[in-house]
């Protein structure tokens, strides 16, 4: 079974950089896997912010990038803000149809 | 402007069944991938179904013969059934429109409690 691995936490200064990471149980996450990351904030459905491992959706602020480093995907944060406060997930498409999350990462700005 | 409303959660009792809606507005449910993603209590997303817009259907291992995807062109509607139910299907059920290899488009979700 793939899992796919998120840190379930990450602490950032406001004006600090943050790099939440994505990877594999087994194995490297290339571009192949079609990254694409999530914000949530609690009682709220999730709001994309980036996809093709590196194309930021309509609206989302230049802060927010992706990436492929070393084996994993990556969402960079630049210059955090306290609204970027929130839970963000990752998932992977495995092909054929099948899909995986990772298990999320709570970012704490402060 | 694109919308999906879902609805049909509710609570039912271990073993029960329900049908979950998704109405979609501003696009054409048929012509789209769709999908159906949940989310128990305090924990993360949880992938469940897929459909695209040829029929075929995908399901994650935890719910494959228990769950059925389906749509309703004439209504515009992405259905989940949802049978064979247990405690550890206790979430809010989303729909999502998949594009361009992402979730663009979500619903506000349906919570199912699966309770006696």
């Known amino acids: 079974q793939t899992v796919v691995t998120q840190e379930p936490s990450f602490s950032v200064s406001p004006g600090g950089t943050a790099t939440l990471t994505c990877g594999l149980s087994?194995?490297?996450?290339?571009?192949?896997?079609?990254p694409s990351w999530y914000q949530q904030t609690p009682g709220q459905a999730p709001r994309t912010l980036i996809y093709?491992?590196?194309t930021r959706s309509s609206g989302v602020p230049d802060r927010f990038s992706g990436s492929i480093l070393g084996n994993k995907a990556a969402l960079t944060i630049t210059g955090a803000q306290a609204d970027d406060e929130s839970d963000y997930y990752c998932v992977l498409y495995l092909g054929s149809g099948v899909w995986v999350f990772g298990g999320g990462t709570k970012l704490t700005v402060l | 402007e694109v919308q999906l409303v879902e609805s049909g959660g509710g609570l039912i009792q271990p073993g029960g069944s329900l049908r979950l809606s998704c109405a979609a507005s501003?696009?054409?449910?048929?012509?789209?991938?769709m999908t159906w993603v949940r989310q128990a209590p305090g924990k993360g997303l949880e992938w469940v179904s897929y459909i695209y817009s040829g029929g075929s259907t995908f399901y994650a291992d935890s719910v494959r013969g228990r769950f059925s995807i389906s749509r309703d062109n004439s209504k515009n509607t992405l259905y989940l059934q949802v049978n064979s139910l247990r405690a550890e299907d206790t979430a809010v059920y989303y729909c999502a429109r998949a594009y361009d290899y992402s979730f663009d488009y979500w619903g506000q979700g349906t919570l199912v409690t699966v309770s006696s």
């Open positions: 501003g696009f054409t449910v048929s012509s789209s991938y």
């Open positions: 093709k491992t590196n």
């Open positions: 087994s194995g490297s996450v290339s571009t192949s896997y079609y």
